[in-house]
C-alpha cells in the first residue's frame, strides 16, 4: 500500500471485538492507521478445572511435541507447573499455530518454539511426525480448528485436548449500549468473537441501524466461515494472523466507498 502521509484510517470508528486482556495491541494499531478505536470486549476465556486437564497434562510429558493452538493455550499451560520450572532445553518441543502464539509462548515461558505453522493451513502437512515421535495438541473446548482438523491421519501418535474455554463476554452488551452509534468497520479475529458479536448485537434496540454500513474485516478463514454464518458480508478478508494488515485491507476497502445499507443488517 502507497505511503501518502495521511494516515488511512483518519476519523474512522473501528470496532474491536476481542478478549478485554488482548485489546491494548489491536487499540494502539487503529490509532497508528489514525483510527478511533472502539473497545467492544466480546468474549473472555476461562481454565478447566485441575482433574479435567489431568488427562492432557499426562499426554504432555509423554509427548515429543506439545501443539498450541493459540495464545490462550498457552496461558492455560503456563499455570503448570511443570512448564513453570521448565529449562529450555528439556523435551518435548513445542510448535505453534502463528507467530503471534510463538511470541507469547517465549513470553511466558522463554520458550522458542521449534516450529512455528500456518493457521490457515493443514497442520498434518507442516508438522511431519517421525515414526518414533508423538505430539499432543492443546486447544480450546470448542474443537481443534481446522487446521489441526486432520492430524488424526498419524493415528494414536497424535492425541488433542482441551485446555480451555471460550464464553461471550457481558461487557460487550455494556458496551454497545454506551456507544450506541453506527460503526464505521467491525474487526473480528475469530470465530468466537463473530459468534458472540452477532449474540450481543441481536439483543441490542436499533441493532440494524448500529451495523448500518459498517464493513466487516475478517483474520483468518474461521473468522470469515463464522461471519458467513451469521449472516453478514465480509468486506475485508485477510489469510494469517496480522491484524495491521486487516486494517490495511480496511483502509484500501474505504477508498473504495462504504457497502449499501441493507447488507448490514443482522439476521
Known amino acids: 500500500m502507497a505511503d501518502t502521509g495521511v494516515p488511512g484510517l483518519v476519523g474512522k470508528r473501528i470496532g474491536i471485538t476481542r478478549a478485554r486482556n488482548q485489546m491494548r495491541g489491536a487499540m494502539q494499531a487503529v490509532v497508528e492507521f489514525g483510527g478511533i478505536p472502539i473497545a467492544l470486549p466480546a468474549i473472555e476465556f476461562q481454565t478447566l478445572p485441575e482433574d479435567t486437564l489431568r488427562q492432557a ?45 510463538g511470541r507469547e509462548l517465549h513470553n511466558s515461558l522463554g520458550i522458542e518454539p521449534a516450529s512455528i505453522c500456518h493457521p490457515d493451513r493443514r497442520l498434518a502437512s507442516q508438522l511431519c ?31 488433542a485436548f482441551p485446555v480451555y474455554r471460550t464464553c461471550c463476554a457481558d461487557g460487550l452488551r455494556v458496551a454497545l449500549a454506551r456507544f450506541g452509534s453506527p460503526l464505521d468497520a467491525v474487526t473480528f479475529t475469530s470465530g468466537s468473537c463473530v459468534r458472540c458479536f452477532a449474540l450481543g448485537v441481536s439483543d441490542q434496540p436499533g441493532s440494524h441501524s448500529l451495523l448500518r454500513n459498517t464493513l466487516v474485516a475478517c483474520m483468518g478463514a474461521t473468522s470469515r466461515e463464522a461471519a458467513t454464518a451469521a449472516g453478514l458480508r465480509v468486506d475485508v478478508y485477510v489469510e494469517g494472523m496480522s491484524f495491521h494488515r486487516l486494517l490495511e485491507g480496511l483502509v484500501l476497502r474505504f477508498r473504495k466507498g462504504s457497502p449499501e445499507p441493507s447488507d448490514r443488517e443482522m439476521p
Request: charged share 15%; no cysteine; proline share 9%.
Open 57 to 101: 497434562q499426562e499426554a504432555v510429558r509423554s509427548s515429543t511435541w506439545v501443539v498450541l493452538s493459540s495464545v490462550n493455550a498457552v496461558r492455560a499451560i503456563a499455570l503448570w507447573p511443570e512448564f513453570k520450572w521448565r529449562r529450555p532445553e528439556q523435551s518435548p518441543r513445542f510448535a505453534v499455530m502463528g507467530p503471534v502464539t
Open 129 to 159: 511426525l517421525a515414526p518414533t515421535e508423538t505430539a499432543t495438541v492443546l486447544h480450546s473446548t470448542a474443537g481443534p480448528g481446522p487446521a489441526l482438523s486432520q492430524l488424526g491421519a498419524n493415528g494414536d501418535r497424535v492425541r
